[in-house]
């Protein structure tokens, strides 16, 4: 969690100057868009790699490296980079286009939080609220007097993120702290080694997670088009807002995010993790297409809030849902290929938007609204007819949900 925290401080600086350090540069939305897919594709490929490779490496190790990747991406960008440099850093996958990133750490703390109170989300709401509310403070620094004046060359917003440098470190020693327990092994087990790896793909509960892979991807493709270096970058141009406006903004934000995620276990103990997720989602994205619609740069502001009260709840909830429904040998497995699931559809939502765009600059709103209204209500007929919609519908972890939903007659999965 302190990781997490740490991470989402530097991510809440530089995602919010992300949009405005493009726009500075005078880079076009459709040249944006491919900076944008650079970046999620980048996760993509390094989430894919974590899930491939973290128990067999080691966990501890591989978020080590990760956060090492952090402090040279940020002194990379904060060089001034060209475009094509840019492009080849963020193809690592250690910058992020959102406040809370969705990167290959994510996946490692994913695993290394599962706990036997997984099914009510407890331990994601906190791990989650602790992200949100850490990356408040990041994004409000950038209203500070000398950080983010209204105008301001891209130069000096690259120098800004050397401010990962420091993220990069800390991350590093945490890493180096975390008891051996966080490994797939228990500590005094034999080494992890290929043989172990292979016990830890997916066994029974394969049908099941690659359907909520293919599920959780439809949401993310729709979330790729609006990320915090997309908004950013729609309200600079189209409302004209400053940094530090755009800086308050996603304070607020990320400040409501925390709150909403601390909430989320509270709903799943009473209504069940599919029905908090669907149920707080949907009207979510009402609002999310609603934003494009807003006559002045306050409205927007306080629909895109009203918005994140409810969109958020889903992160704990689902990241419990996936650790619930498989084996605790699976978990690293179902993570990483959950999570993949959603970092590889990303990076056409940048690239799409920027094509959208040429037809009205809020249209990847709309579009976004649109696509994860319809993941939410598929996700909610399919586990509707597994009986996944009621709050006792859940299995504890150890025992194969994935078994016991296979097992349905007649139901394919």
């Known amino acids: 969690m302190a990781g997490q925290g740490v991470r989402a401080a530097g991510y809440g600086f530089t995602a919010v100057l992300l949009g405005a350090l493009l726009a500075a540069r005078g880079y076009t939305s459709l040249q944006v868009g491919v900076v ?5 594709a980048g996760t993509a490929l390094a989430s894919l790699a974590v899930g491939r490779f973290g128990d067999w490496v080691g966990r501890r190790r591989c978020y080590a490296v990760f956060f090492g990747g952090i402090a040279v991406a940020g002194v990379v960008v904060a060089a001034g980079a060209p475009l094509w440099v840019l492009l080849v850093v963020a193809l690592t996958g250690t910058l992020s286009t959102d406040v809370v990133d969705n990167g290959p750490a994510t996946t490692l703390e994913q695993a290394m939080l599962a706990s036997e109170d997984a099914g009510t989300a407890t331990v994601y709401g906190r791990y989650n609220a602790v992200g949100a509310a850490a990356g408040a403070p990041g994004a409000l620094a950038v209203t500070l007097p000398g950080l983010g004046p209204h105008r301001v060359s891209g130069a000096v917003h690259a120098w800004l ?11 590093a020693v945490l890493a180096a702290r975390l008891s051996p327990a966080v ?10 080694g290929p043989l172990a790896r292979a016990r830890s793909r997916l066994g029974p509960s394969r049908a099941v997670v690659r359907r909520l892979a293919g599920l959780f991807a439809v949401d993310a493709a729709g979330g790729g088009l609006v990320t915090t270096g997309f908004l950013s970058y729609y309200f600079a141009g189209r409302y004209h807002a400053s940094v530090v406006a755009l800086g308050w903004l996603f304070f607020a934000v990320s400040v409501v ?39 002045g740069f306050g409205i927007a502001a306080l629909l895109l809030l009203a918005r994140t009260t409810l969109s958020q709840m889903d992160v704990p909830t689902r990241q419990a849902l996936v650790m619930t429904v498989v084996t605790p040998e699976e978990r690293t497995a179902a993570a990483a290929v959950t999570n993949a699931s959603r970092y590889t559809v990303r990076p056409v939502g940048p690239l799409i938007a920027g094509l959208v765009q040429q037809l009205a600059l809020g249209a990847p709103l709309v579009v976004a609204g649109a696509v994860k209204a319809g993941y939410d209500m598929t996700l909610w007929g399919w586990a509707h007819r597994l009986g996944l919609t009621s709050r006792t519908s859940t299995h504890p972890p150890g025992t194969s949900a994935g078994t016991a939903m296979t097992a349905s007659p007649g139901e394919p999965l």
Not at 36 to 40: K, N
Not at 260 to 273: D, E, H, K, T, Y
């Open 183 to 192: 490994e797939a092994q228990p500590a005094g087990a034999p080494a992890v």
């Open 36 to 40: 944008l897919t650079a970046l999620i």
């Open 161 to 171: 993120f050397l401010v990962l440098v420091p993220v990069g470190i800390t991350g």
């Open 257 to 295: 995010q925390a709150i909403s995620v601390a909430l989320a276990p509270l709903l799943s103990r009473r209504f069940g993790l599919v029905a908090t997720m669907v149920g707080t989602h949907l009207p979510s994205n009402v609002l999310l297409a609603a934003v494009a619609f807003a006559p």
